[in-house]
């Protein structure tokens, strides 16, 4: 399954899979493509048993040549397992933090000319003169090397592990619809895998001064209109990690 998120005559944003793949073994995943002027940048592609499946969806929506980058939140096999054929079958740079720049080559990955480090402060990446992808640190928040992605012109911040929620849970289907009964699916994940309720913070005040409209997690629903300030809250006042060790 894919659905388009946003779509405008030079931009689109997709939701290129869904949490479905057989593959990937109970740790269920989506996976994200972003489209301007015909330029292609993936979030996240995914384990290795995904490419084929991916590459299809993708085809619908843009040529294998004009994927120019690939986004990693973090260093985890369900986000880079497959990285090695993406970066052999396109020319696409791929960007990750810098703390696992060293520890990409351990998933068989020739072309490490192709990797580039994400600075601990973020950065912006330019895309073209119409677009800049704002790569916001989320240290800690399940990596100490996590980070989000925010498109500033669908208003979709790629949050990573950040608000990610285990399936099935719920009785959603696209988008969280019922946020006080979802926490459910959300609570104990991140209570174990996010570091501290001094990170979430941090980062929540980062989040609270970018116009978002979703929150699109690597796991489980989406996040948009009063879910977005509803999950913020949550995680804000969340005691986690070392909170509770």
């Known amino acids: 399954m894919d659905k388009i998120l946003f779509d405008s005559k030079s931009h689109k944003f997709v939701l290129l899979g869904f949490a479905e793949s057989k593959e990937e073994l109970g740790i269920p995943s989506n996976q994200y493509l972003i489209i301007h002027n015909k330029k292609g940048i993936i979030l996240d592609p995914g384990g290795f048993g995904l490419f084929p499946i991916l590459l299809s969806r993708i085809l619908k929506?843009?040529?294998?040549?004009?994927?120019?980058?690939?986004?990693?939140?973090?260093?985890?096999?369900?986000?880079?397992?497959?990285?090695?054929?993406?970066?052999?079958?396109?020319?696409?740079?791929?960007?990750?933090?810098?703390?696992?720049?060293?520890?990409?080559?351990?998933?068989d990955i020739k072309k490490t000319d192709q990797i580039y480090g994400i600075p601990d402060e973020g950065m912006d990446l330019e895309i073209d003169e119409k677009l800049k992808l704002k790569i916001i640190p989320a240290h800690f928040l399940h990596s100490p090397g996590h980070v989000n992605v925010?498109?500033?012109?669908?208003?979709?911040?790629?949050?990573?592990?950040?608000?990610?929620?285990?399936?099935?849970?719920?009785?959603?289907?696209?988008?969280?619809?019922?946020?006080?009964e979802y926490i459910k699916c959300i609570d104990s994940f991140h209570k174990r895998y996010m570091a501290s309720n001094e990170a979430l913070r941090k980062w929540v005040k980062k989040v609270e001064s970018l116009d978002v409209e979703i929150i699109a997690p690597q796991h489980g629903y989406l996040y948009k209109g009063e879910n977005v300030e509803k999950l913020l809250r949550y995680l804000y006042d969340l005691k986690c990690g070392v909170d509770l060790i």
């Open 61 to 107: 929506y843009t040529k294998l040549n004009n994927i120019k980058a690939i986004i990693l939140s973090h260093q985890d096999p369900d986000i880079c397992g497959g990285l090695n054929i993406w970066l052999e079958m396109t020319e696409a740079k791929a960007y990750i933090s810098k703390l696992w720049l060293r520890f990409i080559p351990h998933y």
């Open 150 to 180: 925010y498109d500033p012109i669908s208003k979709i911040l790629f949050t990573g592990d950040i608000g990610a929620g285990l399936l099935p849970c719920s009785e959603n289907k696209l988008f969280v619809e019922d946020f006080e």
